[in-house]
């Protein structure tokens, strides 16, 4: 029978102390660890069966893997370093070893592509899987990037393309893997397997010309209202259609009919979206390229607290729309 | 209706900026902390409708208010000092505003009593009601305790009364509020709302002399276990029946009947135990009595892998046995 002491043992044995970073053992009370500065950067994300994922159209290492991918994209979002972990798992009665042992697969193979650590944990009974992963980074030189700090005339960045994920789980949900073409395939892998820019999230902390940063989770419009604290601030945007980086299929039969829902509604690309200072953005551009980041500039923050759509020369308003729980 | 937007400005409302160490305001994708030195401690704890507690017998503030107090206990269950928490919510459909937002007046109410600040969280829909809780807390002067660190002849001591708790759990179970009396009241209390133990947890972490640490959460006889590393370090306990503080209605008609299980295996205390050094246990105690904190020496580290316990003027083998989750 599957109960916490298997689990913690099995943990051990795939999480040995190994950083000089962490100098207590899992299972302790409390995880102690060494960070480099004073300052530390802290954020949680979960996902719940049923709400973000179900266990018929996902793997264990999947579910887990997806998990550790979310949290750590929000300490990217900030421009700093990812570097511990602690999961909370509420698993439902006669969930098996296997599944279990497959989940911390997935954590283990992801921290490591991460790099992060796992630090410590919980485990409880619950109705239904639930993962909670708390994510701890650390700032370089003492610098991060907030939501709302950029300014009139600063130009608006996507780090890839927007409305994949979206697309993706609208096709994991429709189509039978054996149906689903190569393009298709990839769309649901990024749905499934978000990739965090943990590279140009600590890159774009660095740059004081960048003024604000956020990750795209919920939809490009709802997060884009965020970044530029549309109603706090009275800025707002204007975004150019074209400019928005997508994949080829969403602008194709069959989807193209529902393509701007995708891209500007669809969340969980976990693509990082930044304002530039306009002095700076062909320095900008310059370096990113050097450096081989992917960025493309979509738009810019403008006067008026609303944000306006251009497309095909025409100019609508687009309302803040995406993927907001109710209870 | 209830949506997460509701739900973020009312925490905005309740827990405004206000503390120099926390930079970043509620609300962005992580938080910002500053820390003293460059070690944190950090610990998650959760709990689970229907398993750690029912709608029925809690009120919200209660629910919140003790997820709390269980999290921070293993900060000073490590002799470090609790500084700021995250809060994962996972909320049932149609769950109310007045419920989520008398959870939050729980979170403010107790997180000033433990000077600790909220930086973080997260709310998702779920099956049943779920709080989990992030701690960071730091250390003082780089010292904190393990467990598993004593060694033989250290004296093994408790912060208050065990089994309260467990006893006021099977009170709550049985007996309505208005057929409680006084003291089974109080035991209920002591259940629903522990307090964990946070100025002697930073006592103890800087003496040096105390050699290992825990909070008793699953139960006297298996927390002992750990407490020790039983199995690992070939060494073992001797615990005086006698000598373990338990309140008086404990060993009274109609509760001395399952006195042993409360108090061996009964879980949910929050009391710290550990290990002083024998050499150094008279100057302890006074030190302890000066300073006004509540101990009680229950027994000493032995050698052989295993714990007995003298009841009565005779040993029997004490088997760690407490709460464990099963799936």
């Known amino acids: 029978m599957l109960d916490e002491i298997y689990i913690e043992s099995m943990i051990k044995k795939r999480f040995p102390l190994k950083s000089k970073r962490f100098s207590t053992e899992i299972g302790d009370d409390s995880a102690i ?11 949680c994300d979960s996902l719940v069966e049923n709400i973000h994922f179900t266990r018929k159209k996902f793997t264990p290492e999947e579910i887990s893997s997806r998990s550790l991918a979310v949290a750590v994209s929000d300490i990217s979002a900030m421009g700093a370093i990812p570097m511990f972990f602690l999961n909370s798992l509420f ?3 006669g969930i098996t070893k296997k599944f279990v042992t497959r989940l911390f697969s997935g954590f283990k193979k992801t921290s490591k592509k991460f790099k992060i650590s796992l630090i410590g944990g919980n485990i409880s009974r619950s109705d239904s899987l639930i993962i909670d992963v708390t994510v701890i980074g650390e700032l370089k030189k003492n610098k991060y990037k907030e939501r709302g700090k950029c300014t009139n005339g600063d130009f608006i960045y996507v780090s890839g393309n927007i409305g994949d994920a979206s697309l993706g789980l609208h096709i994991l949900n429709k189509k039978r893997n054996n149906l689903q073409n190569i393009e298709e395939r990839k769309l649901v892998a990024k749905y499934k397997n978000p990739n965090p820019k943990i590279k ?16 795209i989770t919920d939809g490009l419009s709802i997060d884009l209202s965020r970044l530029i604290n549309l109603n706090k601030n009275k800025l707002g945007a204007k975004v150019i259609w074209e400019n928005i980086p997508k994949s080829k299929i969403a602008i194709k039969k069959p989807y193209e009919k529902h393509v701007e829902q995708y891209v500007l509604h669809g969340g969980d690309d976990y693509e990082l979206m930044f304002t530039v200072n306009r002095k700076f953005y062909q320095k900008f551009e310059r370096l990113a390229k050097i450096r081989k980041f992917r960025i493309f500039r979509i738009g810019e923050v403008v006067n008026g607290s609303k944000i306006i759509l251009e497309m095909g020369g025409k100019n609508k308003i687009l309302k803040p729309d995406g993927f907001i729980h109710k209870f």
Chains 1, 2 share one sequence.
């Open 33 to 43: 660890c060494k960070i480099k500065d004073n300052q530390i950067v802290v954020s």
């Open 91 to 93: 698993l439902p009665r």
């Open 200 to 215: 140009l999230g600590e890159f774009l902390g660095q740059l004081d010309y960048v003024s604000s940063m956020i990750d």
